[in-house]
């Protein structure tokens, strides 16, 4: 038996949605390998799979792909340790398999597809301006009108996507995405480990400050707070803890 809803709203033509993580990278900050956040794939797919909706992992670049260790439940920092949906998700073998050998983004058929979702992690931060077929994947999806979303530190991919004529995506429009206290907690927490001095950052910028930047009204709800915001078909999720919020805004979104 599927576990999937047995009833969704129209079997005959399920809604797709294509979910694209980030590849693996060595962060420039810290010189820690870096990657894509387990739940920021595995809480969207549960939503989307539980509404019957297919759902496809892409990755930047195509291949194998790896989690941030922290967003594993079991590393030992326990930082994820009560996230059920990633445990249950790295431990089925079929699922685990998803991300083993992606295809790249660029082979992602806009016309079959319903929505994109780009997740998050520390990867993106240091991979997406040169994921350009990942920016031009999702600008192709927001203007045909459909579903355009961005999660956590994947929102990055808005301080690079233009539209056709030339304006940044973003411009004008409501949006979240990793806020700047949750930097400052994610940086005071390394400094008071002795990983990183004091005058090193994480990030090697701030999704809030770049937002702004291009002229985006960036808001968000408040340290570790699940929230996710639609203006229009551009879709965004703040952190880490927003896979579930997010996905039901894309839902939402869709019509079901």
């Not at 999937?4 to 949605?17: E, G």
């Not at 907690?185 to 291009?214: C, N, Q, T």
């Amino acid at each position: 038996m599927s576990h999937k809803n047995l009833n969704p709203v129209n079997p005959a033509k399920p809604k797709r949605v294509a979910i694209v993580i980030a590849n693996p990278a060595i962060s420039t900050t810290t010189g820690w390998p870096v990657g894509f956040w387990w739940s920021e794939l595995t809480h969207p797919y549960f939503k989307f799979s539980e509404k019957g909706y297919e759902v496809e992992i892409f990755s930047y670049f195509g291949g194998k792909c790896e989690g941030d260790a922290m967003s594993n439940p079991d590393d030992v920092t326990r930082w994820q340790a009560e996230d059920l949906i990633s445990r249950g998700f790295i431990g089925d073998p079929a699922l685990k398999a998803l991300v083993e050998n992606t295809r790249p983004a660029s082979e992602i058929e806009v016309d079959k597809f319903d929505a994109i979702v780009i997740a998050g992690g520390q990867s993106p931060m240091f991979t997406m301006e040169k994921a350009v077929e990942v920016q031009k994947k999702f600008v192709e999806f927001y203007e045909a009108g459909k579903i355009a979303c961005a999660l956590c530190h994947g929102v990055a991919i808005l301080k690079y996507a233009k539209l056709s004529n030339g304006q940044f995506l973003a411009k004008g429009k409501t949006v979240t995405g990793f806020a700047n206290i949750e930097e400052d907690f994610a940086d005071e927490a390394v400094w008071s480990m002795g990983l990183l001095p004091k005058d090193k950052h994480v990030m090697p910028w701030r999704i809030e400050d770049a937002l702004r930047e291009i002229g985006a009204n960036y808001i968000q709800a408040g340290l570790w707070k699940g929230f996710a915001i639609r203006d229009g078909n551009l879709v965004t999720g703040q952190q880490n803890f927003s896979g579930s919020e997010t996905a039901e805004v894309v839902i939402q979104a869709l019509g079901e």
